[in-house]
């Protein structure tokens, strides 16, 4: 439904990210064909949006997966015949003209042959989107082996006793594919065991699933359970516990609640059923329904460690879920059952820090190390926390510990937390050596994992290589990471961190092209707000991906040349020291101390320096005033006119400009823009106005210091108004409802008077809003 109404709209971007789902899922399910018409589908979104090189790989890998796609080599082939490549687009309709495979659309078919006579004939209907499987959502924490195992794909360590029990039966299904498979590599001897000793068959039927052997773990215990009762009339519980492990294993996720389903109702009592039946919902999406497994098999087991277990599966899906105060109480519960419990801990950890309790975090991480410091991800939990607290030190020795225990080739996040480590500290050369490092590490043909984190490299390493003016290396990389195929893949899924930095790099690379164009000029004969697209700004902004509206209206940057001209005269190194110098004086003063806050190098002098160029201004605007006149700017630098040529006299927002250009060059990946030069829509909407200090569950790092001063305001402005405003400066129209007098009376204070006076400020729409003419920060200089 979702899909068939993103079409019905238009929106196209959003039918990519519905179908990004379905492709994950096609994925998992090793389903060639079906994944094949997905890609096809996908790419002609990418078409839509004008993301041409993405349509073209789309088509490449569904055309590897099912080389006679008709809806592929049509749609490719005309994609080549616009770019002028001829023979490549008759090559792949000759391919669709001569496909004989009886089942494919003949109308497709007899396209193809008519495209041959006339290339310029027949128009290419929509397809139909394959159904696609449910995306499989699995839990990731290492604290059960059955957990993992479900999102590994690994064996599990499970017991034949553990899967030992009693109870009736019913008829056990499975797939053809996985019956005759398993059948044929059993041999008749275990085939046999399942009627002469069905319980002993259980047990091998255990052993083949700790091996790894689930098809053929399947196919014996499909015998077993046919065989019907154990001897002596007791319930086969065991059979279909050990069924559904190996089900769930082989990624049939139905079939295995369906056999845990069968445990249930034969013995209730059991635990275990409870525990892989929500475990297996879990992987299926079904949280709620896995919730209350989890909770059913909690009760059910006897032993301290076994309900820790369960507490950790709950606390894991809600983790999921984002619900970090609930997941918390599950982890703690965990610990408390379970003091020895490592992997409880880190999840723990990771609960804390993920409200903004970094210290809680890190604290919990430590306590994980100490029962287990081989945990790599323990590690990079506990670097992350130092990190986002800004302890720089302690963050480096955290990912060290990471990167030696994992080796290179497998600690890409590792090495893309330090090098954004130190590109926040302002040392974007170090930054560029860790990341060449981490690159030179991912090995070739590497799978979707590896292909996610070559994206956040190429891009982070473009970003540094950017700031630095080393433009043509920052479109190198820039365009690396744009052309890269991501598909799912079951440890990253679809990672949208790498989904949107492929979006950022367009308009990254587009940034450095005019900033490079501009090298030779006067800083304040330009400028970024003025000369770039609204719609390009907004995007760029959302991180959301290029699509045919910005397009259809914006003019890609000119290419840097090969051969560039001789750099103009520099000037004097000792000057520029001296300034250098003064600048970091000044720019350490504004340094913020509070947590979150790094020392940027690299901001802090440029910070300095637009002090200085800003004093320098003002004292000349000083010396005219005294002689009763403006001093005069050019037009064609400044944010506040529309005309390119002329003068106008100095004001504060040329004041304001001159902090803004510093801040854009300081760090080009930073989103620094006057809101007012954004579409009239989004200003007025007020767009980029509002800091979050208490986002969800999660305080803010910077700025919750600030929570309860806010808050106190806000209700002294309840208070006085009786109501509040929206982001469009409505009134809520009687929020308190009346009672904002008795409120008053309660609290022995008057109507009206010094609170309402201070509550009546707060109407100002600049005020309220924070949408005001000064330019947006998004942070401070850090």
Known sequence: ???????????????????????????????????????????????????????????????????????????????????????????????????????????????AQALLRNPDAGVASVPAAVPAAPAASVPTSPAAATRE????????????????????????????????????????????????????????????????KLDEAETLL??????????????????????????????????AVADFTEAVQMEPRYSESWKRRGQARSALGENEAALQDLKKAEELTADRVGKADCCQERGTILQKQRNYRLAAVEFEAATRLDPR????????????????????????????????????????NLGIAHKEIGQVAEAEKAFAQSIKKRGDAESSMSFRMIGELRRGLGEHCAAIHILDRALAAI????????????????????????????HKSAVRDYNAAQAAILTASPDVGSSPDARQQQSLAFYQRELAQYVHKRLDWRLNTYFLDKDISPVFKENWCKKSP?????????????????????????????????LV??????????????????????????????????????????????????????NDGASGETSASGSHPFGWRDAMDILVRWRQLSEPNDQVIWVDLLTKQEFEAGFGSHTPIFSGQTQCVRYYMNFERALGVFKTVLLAEGRAFDAHNVAGGGLLGGGAHRVHQQRGAQPGGDAAHRGAGARDPRRLRGVHPHPRHPAPLD
Not at 42 to 49: I, K, S, T
Not at 230 to 247: C, D, E, I, K, W
Not at 588 to 600: C, E
Request: proline share 5%; glycine share 8%.
């Open 222 to 255: 499909d015998a077993v359970i046919a065989e019907g009762k154990l001897p002596g009339g007791q319930p086969n519980v065991g059979a279909y516990v050990s069924r559904g492990t190996a089900r769930a294993l082989l990624r049939n996720l139905s079939a």
């Open 149 to 212: 195992a479900l999102s590994t794909g690994q064996p599990i360590a499970a017991s034949a006793t553990d899967l030992k029990a009693s109870s009736p039966t019913t008829n056990g299904t499975t797939t053809a594919k996985g019956r005759v498979k398993g059948s044929q590599k059993l041999g008749s001897q275990l085939l046999d065991l399942a009627g002469r000793d069905p319980q002993q068959a259980i047990n091998e039927g255990v052993e083949l699933i700790n091996v790894g």
């Open 1 to 111: 439904m979702a899909l068939t109404q993103a079409l019905a709209s238009g929106s196209y971007s959003l039918a990519a990210k519905l179908l990004d789902q379905s492709i994950q899922a096609a994925s998992a399910s090793s389903n060639e064909a079906q994944l094949s018409y997905l890609l096809s589908n996908r790419a002609f979104c990418y078409e839509q949006l004008n993301l041409n090189r993405k349509a073209l790989k789309d088509y490449d890998v569904a055309l590897q997966k099912d080389p006679n796609n008709l809806q592929a080599l049509l749609r490719q082939g005309k994609m080549f015949h616009a770019m002028q490549r001829t023979e490549e687009a008759q090559g792949l309709w000759m391919r669709a003209a001569h496909c004989e495979v009886m089942s494919h659309d003949i109308a497709l078919i007899i396209e």
């Open 581 to 634: 110098r003064a600048g970091d004086l000044i720019g350490d003063k504004l340094r913020y101390g509070h947590q979150g806050f790094l020392a940027n190098k690299r901001q802090l002098r440029m910070g300095g320096l637009a002090a200085i160029e800003l004093a320098q201004v003002l004292r000349s605007a000083l010396k005219y005033q005294r002689v009763g006149m403006p001093l005069r700017v050019p």
């Open 546 to 578: 290029p699509d045919r509206h910005l397009m259809q209206n914006y003019t890609e940057q000119s290419h840097i040349p090969a051969d560039e001209p001789a750099p103009p005269p520099q000037p004097d190194p000792k000057k520029v020291a001296q």
């Open 443 to 470: 090995p070739i043909n590497s799978g979707a994992r590896h292909q996610h984190y070559y994206v956040e490299l190429s891009f982070l390493r473009g970003a540094c290589y950017h700031a630095l003016g080393y």
């Open 341 to 380: 419990n490592a992997a409880a801990m880190n999840m723990l950890g990771l609960c804390y820090t993920s409200q903004g309790r970094l210290q809680d975090g890190i604290d919990m991480y430590k306590k994980a190390l100490r029962l287990d410091p081989s945990s790599v991800d323990t590690w990079s």
